[in-house]
């Protein structure tokens, strides 16, 4: 399974302008992953005839069923992350859509149960928990072993992939814009590219194809960012909130923003 997702496109939720916080968690710093019904489909067009790679949704937003319904009409299919205390909430899928995205040969993993932001801190008990319990609620909902799950916030640590291991995942995708996967204690990890809500068809075209530039100005971000968030700390997620000026508070995990 790691040599096939070796490239891997990391999107959230695909939802009609204005209408940001019908799928997945709300406010000004989700709304920046979400991308329109329109794009979404131009990406896939851009791809067509690609080789196969990762699409894949985090956080488990209801707009699951419209991306799930676009993959299809290009042939393709996508994996799908789910926060799992979010599990039949407003916005979030129910356990109907979860089936029902298996049943039409998606992949379904874990996304942690509580979204923390700040996952490559939490101590060791807590990530233990996040990974186990959230395995047995997809488990009991899908009939069939969960081995796949992405973390969570972008911040990742050797900890995450380890508690993963010990909760029985073999693979798990991150947040780091890298086409080169890499193991930790028998867990395959896999990078992946951010698509945010202005990402151009050209640039998902050019990260699938390799191309040097969207793959240097993803590569430089994050590392100025994981820069930032060293230095910050915990002082990183008040900055944030305070540039993108958010409005509704959101509560992630282990954080409120």
Known sequence: MAERFVIGLMYHDVVSPGNDDESGFRGRDAARYKVSPERFDAHLAAIDGLPPIAITFDDGGVSAMRAADALERHGRRGCFFVTCNYIGTAGFVDRADIRALVARGHVVGSHSCSHPLRMGHCSRTQLVDEWTRSRAILESIVGA????????????????????????????????????????????????YTIQHLTTASTVAGLVRGAWMPRVRQSTLWTAKKVTKRIAGAGYLRLRKRILGHGDEVHWGDQSL
């Open 145 to 192: 072993e969960i081995r796949v799950g992405s973390v969570p916030g972008g911040d990742f640590a050797a900890a995450v992939a380890e508690t993963a291991a010990d909760a029985g995942l073999t693979l798990l995708f991150t947040s780091e814009p890298t086409r080169v996967p890499r193991e930790i204690d028998g867990v395959a990890l896999i990078g992946r």
